[in-house]
């Protein structure tokens, strides 16, 4: 079977092995006759690859002793609503540094809620094309937490350096590149992640958050949107999305075995800098839009000179068996979705695409 090189945003490219596993264990999961699917979510089959996701989890991002990782449906888009629901009380703020679409939305959620403020924004001046400087921010030292979004999945930048927020907790929406390379969980107040970029399939969402945020969230929420709940009950209150984080469990041991982290920055590196390399190199024919030092080693986003030569472009790239490198529908252009599941020789065929041209 020929696999198509899959250069899709999200839901995304997902490792063979892990693929490969699950359909391996699809009937008889580790002998107990029954697919995963059906299994009680209260057994003990199941409860092994529930514990194990997060075990790996924890292990892989080095989370600290005192933060929660929770499992939760809905994705990142309910994690907007949750976060303030739980840790913006009456009387106080929290402050949103906007850096694209999704930042846009988690503060448009959390405005609907209580009272949010927009700590620094790159929309007017350079049309999200860069990452705010530190002395850009106008932090409110009594926020209850500051958002960011450490990957904008659309407009192709990425933080590199966190910024500094003294002691207000910093939450970060890392859907789109959480385990990318290792990072200081002890850092962040919390950190959310839709698993359906660099962890799984879509309608999971992997939280870590301080077990002190937890306790202090607010109790006048419903019971199943309270962080509090899932933190007490290892995110069994209720039925687990249990297919979900089965493959979660599978993507998670693939990444372990193959080195970690460290080992997934290194050739996540290496696969943006062919890919920026190769552009600027035609810059005959194609640009990059973001500043230098805001550019995502997750999303590669670029133009071509014309809107012909996209449509070319995109043709030819079918032919070679890509998929999935048309820009979001709001910004045009191309984009590139170069997650940890997506393997060097694949971005090579791209650059090597993008260099000949042509030519
Ligand atoms: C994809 C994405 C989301 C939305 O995730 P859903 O699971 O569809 O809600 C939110 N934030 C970022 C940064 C994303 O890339």
């Known amino acids: 079977m020929a696999r198509t090189i899959n250069f899709n945003a999200g839901p995304a490219a997902l490792p063979l092995g892990a693929l490969e596993r699950a359909q391996k264990e699809l009937l008889d999961l580790g002998g107990t006759g029954m697919s995963v699917m059906e299994h009680s979510h209260?057994?003990?089959?199941?409860?092994?690859?529930?514990?194990?996701?997060?075990?790996?989890?924890k292990e892989l991002l080095?989370?600290?002793?005192?933060?929660?990782?929770?499992?939760?449906q809905g994705g990142a888009s309910q994690q907007f609503a949750v976060i303030p629901m739980n840790l913006l009380p009456q009387g106080k703020s929290a402050d949103y540094i906007l850096t694209g679409a999704w930042s846009q939305k988690a503060y448009k959620e959390a405005k609907t809620l209580g009272t949010a403020r927009v700590a620094s924004s790159t929309e007017k001046d350079k049309k999200f094309t860069?990452?705010?400087a530190q002395n850009e921010l106008d932090l409110d030292a009594n926020a209850a937490y500051v958002h960011i979004t450490s990957?904008?999945?659309?407009?192709?930048?990425?933080?590199?350096t966190f910024p500094n927020v003294g002691n207000v907790p910093l939450i970060a929406d890392m859907s789109s590149d959480i385990a990318w390379r290792p990072?200081?969980?002890?850092?962040?107040?919390?950190i959310y992640a839709g698993a359906q970029k660099n962890l799984g399939p879509s309608g999971l969402a992997v939280v870590?958050?301080?077990?002190?945020?937890?306790?202090?969230?607010?109790?006048?929420i419903p019971v199943i949107f309270q962080y509090r709940t899932h933190s007490e009950n290892n995110s069994l209150y209720n039925t687990p999305p249990t297919f979900s984080v089965y493959v979660l469990r599978n993507v998670l041991a693939e990444l372990k075995q193959n080195g970690g982290l460290s080992a997934i920055e290194k050739v996540n590196r290496e696969k943006a800098k062919l890919l920026y390399d190769a552009i600027e190199a035609r810059s005959d024919v194609f640009s990059a839009p973001v500043e230098k030092a805001s550019r995502s080693t997750m999303n590669v986003v670029f133009t071509l000179s014309t809107p012909e030569l996209e449509t070319e472009f995109l043709a030819e790239a079918k032919k070679?068996?890509?998929?999935?490198?048309?820009?979001?529908?709001?910004?045009g252009g191309m984009r590139a979705s170069i997650y940890n599941a997506v393997s060097r020789e694949w971005v090579a065929a791209l650059a090597d695409l993008i260099s000949g041209f042509k030519k």
């Open 183 to 190: 990072i200081d969980v002890s850092k962040f107040g919390l």
């Open 208 to 220: 870590i958050v301080r077990k002190d945020l937890v306790e202090a969230g607010r109790k006048d």
């Open 42 to 57: 209260r057994g003990k089959a199941y409860e092994a690859v529930h514990n194990e996701a997060i075990a790996l989890t």
């Open 62 to 72: 080095a989370v600290p002793d005192n933060y929660d990782i929770l499992l939760l």
């Open 130 to 132: 860069r990452i705010p």
């Open 151 to 160: 990957n904008n999945t659309i407009f192709g930048t990425q933080w590199d």
């Open 320 to 331: 070679r068996g890509m998929e999935g490198l048309k820009g979001h529908r709001s910004v």
